[in-house]
């Protein structure tokens, strides 16, 4: 009987076999790979803004305090984002003919806020507040990414879940003093000597502390009553 396949089918077929075990794998792979890269998480992405801000310029090279702009950052979950009067309270005497702010001077005259494009932004089923994690001493650069180098305003981390779960799994490692939060943008406008961990803060690098500091976490945790039996349930963040 004559051979029906020619022996390269062979090949095909054993190839085949190993394709439709690689396929299903490559493209989970490169579809994580697509979740977690900056097209997908926007992480040091600048988005398009009405005002080109810069955090750097005016937190660090004027040193006006975090709390000026976002008011309500120790005492609401939502940091807030300036009204334009606020903005105005310094550019009515300074870069009034600045064509830069002419969206800044149009909003004042008008009543219509700035439409800004929002960079941080969590999924509608987590909650977070942000009194809480300030008033514990977790610092502003901790979630957002070294503020104090940003010229332009961009997503500084994932925000993934698991990332959040580094923090609730041991906050320990984390919390700090209170009003360790805005002294660490306070010391840097001054030129005072950095501690390494606020060193790393301010450079947006990972840290991790020593013993003597995990200690002084643990008291933290104790002394702001934070239950961390709780602090992995599910509930906490979804509600």
Same mark, same amino acid.
């Given at each position: 009987m004559a051979q029906v396949f020619p022996q390269a089918a062979n090949s095909v077929a054993k190839l085949s076999l190993v394709l439709a075990v690689l396929a299903p794998a490559g493209l989970l792979y490169t579809a994580s790979a697509v979740t977690r890269s900056p097209y997908n998480t926007k992480v040091d992405v600048p988005l398009d803004?009405? +005002?080109?801000?810069? %955090?750097? %310029?005016h937190a660090v090279e004027l040193g006006i305090d975090c709390r000026y702009c976002h008011s309500t950052v120790e005492k609401s979950s939502f940091a807030g984002i300036p009204p334009t009067h606020t903005c105005m309270s310094c550019h009515s005497q300074i870069w009034t003919n600045s064509p830069l702010l002419e969206p800044v001077r149009e909003s004042f005259r008008t009543g219509v806020p700035l439409a800004w494009n929002r960079v941080n932004k969590l999924p509608e089923f987590v909650y977070f507040n942000h009194a809480i994690h300030v008033n514990r001493g977790v610092s502003c650069n901790f979630c957002h990414g070294a503020m104090n180098q940003m010229q332009l305003t961009a997503k500084g981390k994932t925000f993934f879940m698991s990332? @959040? $779960?580094? @923090? %609730?799994?041991?906050? *320990?490692?984390? +919390? #700090?003093?209170? &009003?360790? +939060?805005?002294? $660490? =943008?306070?010391?840097?406008?001054? &030129? *005072?000597?950095?501690?390494? *961990? *606020?060193?790393?803060?301010?450079? /947006? #690098?990972? =840290?991790? !502390?020593? /013993?003597?500091?995990?200690? #002084? /976490? !643990?008291?933290?945790?104790?002394? =702001?009553?934070i239950d961390t039996d709780q602090l992995t349930d599910c509930w906490v963040c979804h509600r």
């Open positions: 803004q009405p +005002v080109k801000f810069s %955090h750097a %310029h990332w @959040c $779960l580094e @923090c %609730h799994k041991a906050p *320990e490692k984390f +919390v #700090r003093e209170p &009003g360790s +939060v805005f002294r $660490l =943008y306070q010391k840097i406008q001054s &030129g *005072e000597t950095l501690d390494p *961990e *606020e060193q790393a803060l301010a450079a /947006g #690098r990972a =840290y991790t !502390r020593t /013993g003597e500091q995990l200690e #002084r /976490g !643990r008291q933290l945790v104790k002394q =702001y009553r």
